[in-house]
């Protein structure tokens, strides 16, 4: 960003306090979308917007549209990534929409591939990430609490201050189509924008947190979860679990805000990772022995994904999956179990690392779609997908009581080790999600210590490194429970000079330090 001296005259002028009319850009109700009223047909469909065509690149170029009426060309009301990114974000704080889904689904329908699909994702996701600090911005630079702006120029005020703060999109291209995009979304509110957004564009990144971020000094966590975008209780819990060290805690918010790699998992007897990584332009991981890391592009359209020789997974998950399914067992090893398999990525390594054995596995869901979807990833395995609640061993005649050799429990969780790649769930998950998951986790995981058998091993698992959900949790469960277990040294089953594993018996992975979500694992062996 250049500085303020150096921008154009018109960028210089009055404050938006001094630019804008009363009530324009305002919330009729709250920070709230009013869900009953009908969808705009723009946003809900991605039709072109009314006044004009989009522009096909962000240069400010591309396809004009055309007056219907006469045939004549007329300028284009907005550049077409940027609507997307738009319509994404709308989507996500409108409908609780997941970018990762919704984001995909637009790209398709309006044709965008290549640069201008990149920019829409960058765009996306960094609002995303960004938006706790973006909204403190925005709060200052408009003169009203950010919640009292209407939410679809919230939404597109969010894109340009992103722009302006975060990407090397010059100060007078971030302004303009911003401005562009709220007179297709909010045509009373472009001079509200248009002064809103030239406010924010009077300081960089780094001097607006220095304006209203508590000192580091007195107010450590405040001050980390606005210079970071994350909230306070999310800072709190981090820094909690890495022993309350906040120069590791700042390391990984700050990883949490970069765009993470794709990884492949290679199945094992059907791709060799080093001939995948050859073959889609990757590299073999650093890891896990089945991991490719990806550059860019589209991981479902690559040949061995579709045909069912390789996934999309995080290398983390391949660890804790591969951990369970090598670690030392004394007897039987043909029955395995997945006790909360949806998805099916880790059903789906499993499964081919089964079949190598002469194994069977039987993953278990509640969900009858994620049900489904675990069919459909492990189509070809030997593996029985079951549509029931594993908390169930022992009542269910198909998950008897002391029968199986390995098993897993992938359990729901808050999801905080993956907030890199779900940037929208920081915003959403609260502390009163604690206490309902934990207990549904301490059932889990005593239903798999149900399901074992004497001398076989349960692997907890949880993407999340909050220490209730890990630690607490996993002690509770295992002191609680009517099965006696002891614990297994998880750290002697991760690949041998792995740095950073702590002092175990249990494992904490972190983006920061192993460049994995923040998978945590706890192995036990039933007595």
């Known amino acids: 960003m250049t500085a303020p001296s150096d921008r154009p005259d018109s960028f210089r002028s009055d404050s938006p306090r001094e630019d804008r009319s009363a009530g324009r850009g305002e919330a009729p109700r709250g920070d709230r979308y009013d869900r009953s009223a009908p969808r705009r047909p723009d946003a809900a469909r991605g039709d072109r917007p009314a006044?004009?065509?989009?522009?096909?690149?962000?240069?400010?170029?591309?396809?004009?549209?055309?007056?219907?009426?006469?045939?004549?060309?007329?300028?284009?009301?907005?550049?077409?990534?940027?609507y997307v990114a738009y319509q994404a974000v709308e989507a996500v704080h409108r409908d609780d929409a997941y970018a990762n889904l919704v984001l995909p689904a637009i790209l398709r329908e309006q044709g965008l591939t290549g640069r201008d699909a990149a920019f829409a994702t960058e765009l996306t996701y960094g609002t995303l990430r960004h938006t706790g600090t973006l909204d403190a911005i925005l709060t200052d630079a408009a003169g009203r609490d950010v919640a009292r702006i209407d939410p679809p120029v919230r939404d597109a005020l969010r894109l340009g201050a992103y722009q302006l703060l975060h990407t090397r999109v010059p100060a007078h291209a971030a302004v303009s189509s911003t401005v562009d995009l709220v007179r297709v979304v909010a045509a009373g509110a472009t001079g509200f924008?248009?002064?809103?957004?030239?406010?924010?564009?009077?300081?960089?990144?780094?001097?607006?947190?220095?304006?209203?971020?508590?000192?580091?000094?007195?107010?450590?966590?405040?001050?980390?979860?606005?210079?970071?975008?994350?909230?306070?209780?999310?800072?709190?819990?981090?820094a909690e679990a890495l022993g309350g060290d906040l120069g590791e805690t700042t390391r990984l918010l700050m990883e949490d805000n970069e765009r993470p790699p794709v990884h492949l998992c290679a199945r094992?007897?059907?791709?060799?990772?080093?001939?995948?990584?050859?073959?889609?332009?990757?590299?073999?991981?650093?890891?896990?022995?089945?991991?490719?890391?990806?550059?860019?592009?589209?991981?479902?359209?690559?040949?061995?994904v579709t045909e069912g020789r390789a996934h999309v997974q995080d290398e983390g998950s391949q660890l804790v999956a591969h951990a369970l399914a090598t670690a030392p067992l004394d007897g039987p090893d043909g029955r395995w179990l997945d006790l909360c398999a949806g998805p099916g990525g880790k059903s789906g390594l499993l499964g081919a690392l089964a079949a190598q054995r002469g194994g069977r596995l039987t993953a278990v869901e509640v969900s009858e779609h994620r049900a489904r979807l675990v069919a459909q990833a492990t189509r070809g395995l030997p593996v029985t997908v079951l549509h029931t609640d594993g908390r169930t061993v022992g009542a269910d005649p198909k998950l008897p009581e002391g029968h199986f050799d390995r098993v897993l429990v992938d359990a729901p969780c808050t999801g905080l080790g993956s907030l890199r790649r779900r940037p929208e769930s920081r915003w959403r998950r609260q502390p009163s999600d604690l206490p309902p998951l934990t207990r549904l986790q301490r059932e889990l995981l005593a239903a798999a210590l149900r399901a074992v058998r004497p001398g076989g091993l349960v692997a907890y698992v949880t993407c999340s490194p909050h220490v209730v959900e890990t630690h607490v949790t996993v002690t509770e469960a295992a002191r609680r429970s009517e099965v006696p277990a002891d614990f297994v040294d998880a750290r002697r089953l991760l690949p041998a000079g792995m740095p950073g594993l702590g002092d175990g018996p249990t494992v904490q992975l972190w983006p920061h330090r192993h460049g994995t979500d923040a998978m945590f694992l706890a192995v036990l062996r039933r007595v």
């Open 51 to 82: 006044g004009g065509g989009f522009r096909g690149d962000r240069s400010g170029g591309g396809r004009a549209g055309f007056d219907r009426r006469g045939g004549r060309p007329v300028r284009p009301a907005v550049d077409l990534p940027r």
């Open 193 to 238: 924008a248009n002064a809103v957004l030239r406010e924010v564009a009077g300081r960089d990144a780094d001097a607006w947190v220095a304006k209203l971020a508590p000192p580091m000094e007195t107010d450590p966590i405040g001050h980390l979860a606005l210079a970071y975008s994350h909230p306070q209780w999310i800072v709190r819990a981090f």
């Open 268 to 304: 094992p007897g059907l791709a060799d990772p080093v001939e995948l990584a050859d073959a889609v332009g990757g590299a073999p991981g650093a890891f896990s022995p089945y991991a490719v890391y990806l550059s860019g592009g589209a991981p479902g359209d690559l040949p061995a």
